[in-house]
């Protein structure tokens, strides 16, 4: 990993429980692979940093058009605008003061040119999309969706792109998330539009796992072979 890309302003801001110093790295390669342009995230912190650094750097790779002999030309040809929305509520005194922090690290690092803040409760967004026509290639949700876990998957894959894919942050080792990832399983037996894996960290107790979920798109066949 690069000295400039994990430097101690980012360790910063991990918190003494460990929550997302390791899928935010994870976040950040995802962005990489799959370089979407319209991101959201819900929650703000440690994550955020990562996820506007992936698109920057996905931006430059774009724009120093580093093309390489498997490159796929017609991508190459398409404009590349990659933003993030970030969902915050900032009524809790922690969240407030971490969103502060966050901030101060975009200006610093010149990141923020690519973030809008959005400042609600997650739930009281949901509603507010629900009949807006706005889609997004890629969604990190990093709050606690309580008992409302098939509710909050329902609202935000609605507004998922064809190919996008969604992130749920703690979604195996507490019950009502278990419940969760299993009623979506069965649930993925009647339906074909969704694929998902999920992770795992048995070093911790909470805070430990994610599911990713990947609206299922008409991809392209290039070659015979791998």
Known sequence: MKEEFVNIKFQS?????????????????????????QLLEVGCGYSTIFLTKAI???KKEI????????????????EYKPS???????SDKLCGENYKKVLNILQEQNLDQYVKFNFCSAYDFMNQIQNKNIEYDFIWLDFGSGQKYMEVFDAFFNKLSSGGILIIHSTLSNLLGRLFVTELKLEQKNRNDFELISFFEPHKIVQNSFTVIRKVDNTPIYTVQA
């Open 13 to 37: 801001l991990l918190s003494n429980d460990f929550d997302t110093e390791n899928v935010s790295i994870f976040l950040y390669s995802l962005i990489k692979c799959c370089r979407p342009k």
């Open 56 to 58: 920057e750097d996905t």
């Open 63 to 78: 724009d120093t058009k580093q093309h390489y002999q498997i490159a796929n030309q017609e991508f190459w040809k398409k």
């Open 84 to 90: 993030l929305e970030i969902i915050e509520d900032g």
